[in-house]
């Protein structure tokens, strides 16, 4: 199975089922399983995202209880499409994803909206990461 290492809230958001549309620089090919690994590294910059409020109240907890190094759950990966076609993640979303949903994504010129669902939570062990899409060993 595939995996994709995000940093925290990111992780968590996806885990809690507060995000399905995680944005990226680049585009993949890749439809299916999909492992949620939350990054070891956790920068102040991403620890003050826990605190806005749309994070803050998605989450329900402070920065430091969320995990690191750890793959947190399953996501089916449905699709990727460039965010200057957005009406093509509402077809496979069913609707148009939520004003909370666009706030944990950067939706700028040139990145693509990986649109996922959720399949099932999981906690694994430390793992290291990688960059890119890299091979879950279960």
Partial sequence: MKA??????????MA????????????????????????????????????EPEFAK?????????????????????????????HQVEAVLGHKPSTQELEFGDYSECRFAWVTEFVRPLLSEPVKGALGLWNWEE
Avoid: N
């Avoid at 994709?4 to 958001?13: D, G, I």
């Avoid at 549309?21 to 680049?26: G, P």
């Avoid at 907890?61 to 460039?82: N, W």
């Fill in 16 to 51: 809690l089922q507060a995000k399905r549309i995680e944005t990226r620089s680049w585009f993949t090919t890749y439809r299916g399983d999909l492992v949620i690994h939350a990054a070891k590294g956790f920068p102040r910059w991403a620890r003050d995202a826990c605190y």
């Fill in 4 to 13: 994709l290492t995000l940093t925290q809230p990111w992780a968590s958001l």
């Fill in 58 to 86: 998605a989450l329900g907890m402070s920065d430091r209880d969320l995990p690191l190094s750890r793959g947190l759950c399953v996501v089916k990966l449905l699709a990727c499409v460039p965010t200057d076609k957005m």
